[in-house]
């Protein structure tokens, strides 16, 4: 397993959590990085990228102002803010085949095992 993600949990709605993943396989190096979510019935969505140097970074619409990703030489990772039942899901990272976020998962090379979030109301 190339990545590893982590930092999940059961929380109440308006709470917060940071997801972390690391790359043991060094796949982070010159690509963007992305974490999606999937719902139980539902299909994987992207939530956030970030690119290669940190300079861009793009969001889901439901998730703007409530999340963000950043990066550093080892991580990338997802501050959650005001969290809501609506994002609970299994949460997965992946690195990108490019130094820019993309939106959609086929972009995306590597991928860890998923976190799991569950926010209850």
């Known amino acids: 397993v190339q990545l590893q993600a982590s930092g999940g949990g059961l929380v109440q709605a308006g709470a917060s959590l940071r997801l972390s993943c690391a790359d043991s396989?060094?796949?982070?190096?010159?690509?963007?990085v992305g974490w999606f979510r999937q719902a139980p019935g539902k299909e994987r969505e992207f939530v956030a990228g970030?690119?290669?140097?940190?300079?861009t970074t793009r969001y889901t619409d439901s998730v703007k102002g409530r999340f963000t990703i950043s990066r550093d030489n080892a991580k990338v990772y997802l501050q959650m803010n005001s969290l809501e039942p609506g994002d609970s899901a299994v949460y997965f990272c992946a690195s990108s085949r490019s130094s820019q976020p993309a939106t959609t998962s086929e972009f995306y090379r590597y991928w860890g095992q998923g976190t799991q979030v569950t926010v209850s109301s």
């Open positions: 970030i690119s290669w140097r940190g300079s």
């Open positions: 396989r060094r796949t982070f190096s010159n690509n963007a």
